[in-house]
């Protein structure tokens, strides 16, 4: 889905972005250039950022508490 018209940037691409290490909407500007023009899709650009970092922390919390088994 194109979240930002203006640009032309999918949600997919603000998720690879959060991958990637971006955090805020201030980075999602700067490096994609979201929001950047009518400014129409800030809050759903926002609220695909906060939902994929919150993704992306429980993901990480998972992995870290795995137990490590060794030979
Ligand atoms: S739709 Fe994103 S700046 Fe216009």
């Known amino acids: 889905m194109i979240v930002c018209v203006c640009n032309n940037i999918s949600d997919r691409e603000i998720r690879q ?3 990637l290490g971006l ?3 201030e ?3 700067r490096d994609l250039g ?3 023009c009518c400014g129409q899709c800030f809050s759903c650009a926002e609220e695909i950022l906060s ?3 919150a993704a992306t922390a ?3 919390e998972t992995v870290l508490k795995r ?3 060794s030979n």
């Open 17 to 19: 972005a959060v991958e």
């Open 51 to 53: 939902e994929h970092l």
């Open 23 to 25: 955090t805020s909407m």
């Open 67 to 69: 137990p490590v088994f």
């Open 34 to 36: 979201v929001a950047t």
């Open 58 to 60: 429980e993901i990480q």
């Open 27 to 29: 980075e999602l500007r």
